[in-house]
């Protein structure tokens, strides 16, 4: 539905190079990455709203590179909302279609549909500086779909929502999706957001992708070492991956050596979530990688709480507060630390001048 062809896009110092997507038709589509990463550079650049310095966009296999926002049929809710003071919540959600010579007629009957989905009714009579940044978000979002476009392009919408509402927002975007079945980018720093509602994510770092697939593939199987910090994995390694003496693949850092499937040889490396390593006072079954090590430090994170138990090489735990007490955890002490080989993830070490996207 969405191509993005080797397009780069200069502003100023910042550069988006090269970069290759294919969004499918209606899908929802995460782009992820930290601030300053160019996720919305990239967005505004889908929308027309960047001047391309190479490469193309193609929108329903019509090429929209030199269109401006007006002629891509693109729905765009902005992450400061861009809501008019001056005008009431029903006119701020026409503001789009009053652009595209609509009779009154059809403009009211796309804005009472608009209000209808995303339950609106309620905030009528509001002024448009009366509302909270939740709702404001939400009349944005109206706004971009009474346009009925072909793709909706969704900057940070939930960035002002409270912590204590977000969760149900999601749930409303999710659900608006699986109405609407419209093709949607959704652009976020946020990993459980993004694990909530994209069908698949892209990773974007320093105006490069950095990888793309389904959110077990990016947060279980990241392909470089940028996107695996960048993810949270903690436990990063390099090493060498050789055939074991059951012919089975090992991977050895420091000493250390534990099984792990992969099909790759030679200088690699690997990484390990920590919600994957389990802790415990005794060896584990013998079809898992057990070592034994000391734990070096504790850190209390509220519900969870992180061990570095030092084997060598270091690896960073995470295990719940009940289970921590169970087993009466403590610095100084000696462990073992179990996982299984389908949980280490080798890959090859990339530059990210060299990276590319995974299909």
């Given at each position: 539905?969405?191509?993005i062809?080797?397009?780069?896009?200069?502003?100023?110092?910042?550069?988006?190079r090269?970069?290759?997507?294919?969004?499918?038709?209606?899908e929802?589509?995460?782009l992820?990455?930290?601030?300053?990463?160019?996720?919305?550079?990239?967005?505004?650049?889908?929308?027309?709203?960047?001047?391309?310095?190479?490469?193309?966009?193609?929108?329903?296999?019509?090429?929209?590179?030199?269109?401006?926002?007006?002629?891509?049929?693109?729905?765009f809710?902005?992450?400061?909302?861009?809501?008019?003071?001056?005008?009431?919540?029903?006119?701020?959600?026409?503001?789009?279609?009053?652009?595209?010579?609509?009779?009154?007629?059809?403009?009211?009957?796309?804005?009472?549909?608009?209000?209808?989905?995303?339950?609106?009714?309620?905030?009528?009579?509001?002024?448009?500086?009366?509302?909270?940044?939740?709702?404001?978000?939400?009349?944005?979002?109206?706004?971009?779909?009474?346009?009925?476009?072909?793709?909706?392009?969704?900057?940070?919408?939930?960035?002002?929502?409270?912590?204590?509402?977000?969760?149900?927002?999601?749930?409303?975007l999710?659900?608006?999706?699986?109405?609407?079945?419209?093709?949607?980018?959704?652009?976020?720093?946020?990993?459980?957001?993004?694990?909530?509602?994209?069908?698949?994510?892209?990773?974007?770092?320093?105006?490069?992708?950095?990888?793309?697939?389904?959110?077990?593939?990016?947060?279980?199987?990241?392909?470089?070492?940028?996107?695996?910090?960048?993810?949270?994995?903690?436990?990063?390694?390099?090493?060498?991956?050789?055939?074991?003496?059951?012919?089975?693949?090992?991977?050895?850092?420091e000493?250390?050596?534990?099984?792990v499937?992969?099909?790759?040889?030679?200088?690699?490396?690997?990484?390990?979530?920590?919600?994957?390593?389990?802790?415990?006072?005794?060896?584990?079954?013998?079809?898992?990688?057990?070592?034994?090590?000391?734990?070096?430090?504790?850190?209390?994170?509220?519900?969870?709480?992180?061990?570095?138990?030092?084997?060598?090489?270091?690896?960073?735990?995470?295990?719940?507060?009940?289970?921590?007490?169970?087993?009466?955890?403590?610095?100084?002490?000696?462990?073992?630390?179990?996982?299984?080989?389908?949980?280490?993830?080798?890959?090859e070490?990339?530059?990210?001048?060299?990276?590319?996207?995974?299909?």
């Amino acid at each position: 539905m969405l191509e993005i062809k080797d397009l780069c896009v200069q502003m100023g110092a910042f550069s988006l190079r090269n970069v290759n997507l294919d969004v499918k038709d209606g899908e929802y589509f995460v782009l992820l990455g930290p601030t300053g990463a160019g996720k919305s550079v990239l967005l505004e650049s889908v929308a027309g709203l960047n001047a391309v310095t190479s490469g193309q966009v193609w929108i329903n296999g019509n090429d929209v590179t030199s269109l401006n926002l007006e002629k891509r049929s693109i729905g765009f809710a902005y992450q400061d909302y861009t809501l008019y003071r001056h005008l009431s919540v029903r006119d701020n959600i026409s503001f789009g279609l009053m652009w595209k010579d609509r009779k009154q007629r059809d403009i009211d009957k796309a804005v009472d549909q608009a209000i209808e989905l995303l339950g609106l009714h309620n905030l009528l009579e509001k002024k448009s500086p009366s509302l909270s940044g939740g709702e404001s978000q939400k009349i944005a979002l109206a706004r971009a779909i009474a346009i009925k476009p072909d793709l909706l392009l969704l900057d940070e919408p939930l960035s002002a929502v409270d912590s204590e509402t977000k969760e149900d927002y999601e749930r409303e975007l999710k659900e608006l999706h699986n109405r609407l079945r419209l093709t949607t980018i959704h652009v976020t720093h946020n990993f459980e957001e993004a694990v909530a509602l994209g069908d698949r994510i892209a990773v974007i770092m320093k105006g490069q992708i950095l990888q793309v697939g389904t959110p077990q593939e990016i947060f279980r199987h990241p392909q470089s070492e940028l996107a695996a910090r960048f993810l949270m994995t903690r436990n990063i390694f390099q090493g060498e991956v050789s055939t074991g003496a059951d012919e089975q693949p090992v991977f050895s850092v420091e000493g250390t050596e534990m099984s792990v499937i992969t099909d790759l040889r030679g200088g690699l490396q690997a990484s390990l979530r920590p919600e994957d390593i389990f802790i415990s006072r005794q060896l584990l079954s013998s079809g898992l990688n057990n070592l034994q090590g000391t734990v070096t430090r504790i850190v209390d994170r509220g519900s969870v709480i992180y061990a570095t138990v030092k084997v060598p090489p270091e690896f960073i735990c995470l295990t719940h507060r009940r289970s921590l007490k169970e087993i009466d955890l403590k610095e100084g002490e000696q462990v073992y630390i179990s996982f299984q080989a389908s949980d280490v993830n080798v890959f090859e070490k990339e530059s990210l001048g060299n990276a590319s996207p995974s299909p």
